[in-house]
């Protein structure tokens, strides 16, 4: 079972994701704003953290945001939104998965065991490895990347996404494996999610970011010899 911590402004909202995690067995915590949230995670350890964006004095991005230098505790949004922006805005900061309000009590808690069983998930044998293509390393036991000898520092889901990848290095990979594989659930939506996170991927890769290839109408490749 799970400590989720809950950050809303809406005593609403707390109380509706209380009852049904609740009712699965999990245990609630509440912030109503970012600055009580940052202050929580600092002296409590949480499993999860689901957090509205729109608050009074620190909204949920710049939350995420400070949490982050501190903390890997998986982060799932609430939006009201669901525009573009917001996810990639999220996905910048570490944000692990959204969801749009008003949301289906259902839908979330699919999200929030889906999220948990990917961040409970034991290294199997094979991520004991490290993989070097010219400047670019990624030991896959330790979860560190580096760019021309210089480490770089990805959120957990770029992280998850990278070496899944490289664990399937030269294999064609399609869009909805991926989803299901690194997001954990079946996804019913678009696919842009999936596209924002190889983008941002590609951008922390520099010029490196040749070795996620498209492949088109498929999805998407880790290349070892890209240029070869």
Same mark, same amino acid.
């Given at each position: 079972?799970?400590?989720? /911590?809950?950050?809303?402004?809406?005593?609403?909202?707390?109380?509706?994701?209380?009852?049904?995690?609740?009712?699965?067995?999990?245990?609630?915590?509440?912030?109503?704003?970012?600055?009580?949230?940052?202050?929580? &995670?600092?002296?409590?350890?949480?499993?999860?953290?689901?957090?509205?964006?729109?608050?009074?004095?620190? @909204?949920?991005?710049?939350? &995420?945001?400070?949490?982050?230098?501190?903390? @890997?505790?998986?982060?799932?949004?609430?939006?009201?939104?669901?525009?573009?922006?917001?996810?990639?805005?999220?996905?910048?900061?570490?944000?692990? @998965?959204?969801?749009?309000?008003?949301?289906?009590?259902?839908? /979330?808690?699919?999200?929030?065991?889906?999220?948990?069983?990917?961040?409970?998930?034991?290294?199997?044998?094979?991520?004991? =490895?490290?993989?070097?293509?010219?400047?670019?390393?990624? @030991?896959?036991?330790?979860?560190?990347?580096?760019?021309?000898?210089?480490?770089?520092? /990805?959120?957990?889901?770029?992280?998850?996404?990278?070496?899944? /990848?490289?664990?399937?290095?030269?294999?064609?990979?399609?869009? =909805?494996? %991926?989803? &299901?594989?690194?997001?954990?659930?079946?996804?019913?939506?678009?696919?842009?999610?999936?596209?924002?996170?190889?983008? %941002?991927?590609?951008?922390?890769?520099?010029?490196?970011? =040749?070795?996620?290839?498209?492949?088109?109408?498929?999805?998407?490749?880790?290349?070892?010899?890209?240029?070869?």
């Amino acid at each position: 079972m799970y400590k989720i /911590l809950a950050v809303d402004d809406e005593a609403h909202i707390r109380l509706l994701i209380k009852k049904y995690a609740t009712f699965e067995g999990h245990t609630v915590y509440e912030a109503e704003n970012g600055l009580e949230a940052i202050e929580l &995670c600092k002296k409590n350890t949480y499993d999860i953290i689901i957090m509205d964006i729109m608050m009074p004095h620190l @909204d949920g991005f710049s939350a &995420c945001r400070e949490i982050r230098k501190f903390s @890997d505790t998986p982060i799932l949004i609430l939006s009201a939104r669901g525009e573009e922006y917001d996810k990639i805005n999220g996905f910048e900061v570490g944000v692990d @998965d959204f969801v749009v309000k008003p949301f289906s009590p259902k839908e /979330l808690m699919l999200r929030i065991n889906a999220i948990m069983k990917r961040a409970k998930a034991q290294p199997s044998s094979q991520q004991n =490895e490290i993989v070097t293509v010219d400047g670019f390393k990624a @030991d896959l036991t330790a979860r560190i990347v580096y760019i021309d000898g210089q480490r770089i520092n /990805l959120s957990p889901k770029e992280y998850e996404l990278l070496f899944y /990848l490289i664990k399937n290095k030269n294999i064609a990979l399609t869009r =909805e494996r %991926l989803i &299901c594989d690194v997001w954990g659930y079946d996804f019913y939506g678009d696919d842009r999610t999936l596209d924002t996170h190889i983008k %941002l991927l590609r951008k922390q890769l520099g010029k490196y970011s =040749e070795l996620i290839v498209t492949v088109r109408g498929v999805g998407y490749r880790f290349e070892m010899h890209p240029n070869k």
